[in-house]
């Protein structure tokens, strides 16, 4: 059993067009990070969010943190195909400070 | 600028030879881990280190080992490579006390 569930596990759009990506579990998280990888290349940090309600924005990304800490979402507004990755969540818990990772979701924006 | 790197960045290997992968970070951290990604299970752990002589097991650490001599470097070791290690492997270093992560650019690594 996975986890982190993310949802779709894959997303072909044209540019310019809003989406969302889900992080989903049971358990609830200390902190979640979201990372993008592009092919051939490591992930890479994009935000992280530690406090239930929290919305984070970067740029065209918004990242919100659900209430009980066991889900978060991604809002890509007006996609550009530079947006193009795999967008991963990643959740810790307890101190450790060793992240459990989603399985993914992979994004392709047209022009 | 601080820099985590791998090396070699493809490596083909036959079954039953050892392999080691180089990870070397000059962040400075002493967080350590070694993942492995593949098609269907994402990023998965393998080892990982929080600091010089320390060293744990992560969910899929069955025929690999690391060490950990010094901060910066981490190598990771197939004692006798099989099929089914076939896989891109990351290397990721942190700061203690944080979850966030800084990954190398990973090792695509082919057993034959």
């Known amino acids: 059993t996975q986890l982190l569930e993310q949802s779709p596990q894959f997303l072909s759009i044209q540019e310019g067009e809003n989406l969302t990506v889900y992080c989903n579990s049971s358990?609830?998280?200390?902190?979640l990070q979201w990372y993008r990888q592009e092919p051939g290349e490591g992930p890479v940090l994009l935000v992280t969010?530690?406090?239930?309600?929290e919305v984070k924005k970067l740029k065209r990304l918004t990242f919100q943190f659900g209430d009980a800490r066991k889900d978060s979402s991604l809002h890509i507004t007006a996609a550009q195909p530079g947006d193009t990755g795999l967008y991963l969540c990643?959740?810790?818990?307890?101190?450790?400070?060793?992240?459990?990772f989603g399985r993914g979701t992979s994004l392709i924006v047209h022009p | 600028d601080a820099e985590i790197t791998q090396s070699p960045r493809h490596k083909i290997t036959e079954t039953g030879r050892q392999v080691t992968l180089a990870c070397h970070q000059t962040?400075?951290?002493?967080?350590m881990f070694w993942y492995r990604q593949d098609l269907g299970h994402g990023l998965r752990l393998i080892h990982y280190?929080?600091?010089?002589?320390?060293?744990n097991k992560g969910e899929v650490s069955d025929g690999y080992s690391v060490s950990r001599s010094n901060t910066e470097d981490l190598p990771l070791t197939l004692e006798s490579a099989a099929s089914s290690q076939t896989s891109v492997y990351f290397c990721?270093?942190?700061?203690?006390?944080?979850?966030?992560?800084?990954f190398g650019p990973g090792t695509r690594l082919t057993v034959t």
């Open positions: 990721a270093s942190s700061e203690s006390g944080t979850p966030k992560q800084y």
């Open positions: 358990s609830v998280f200390s902190s």
């Open positions: 969010v530690v406090t239930g309600g």
């Open positions: 990643a959740g810790e818990r307890g101190g450790s400070y060793i992240p459990t």
């Open positions: 962040w400075n951290h002493n967080n």
């Open positions: 280190s929080y600091g010089v002589q320390d060293t």
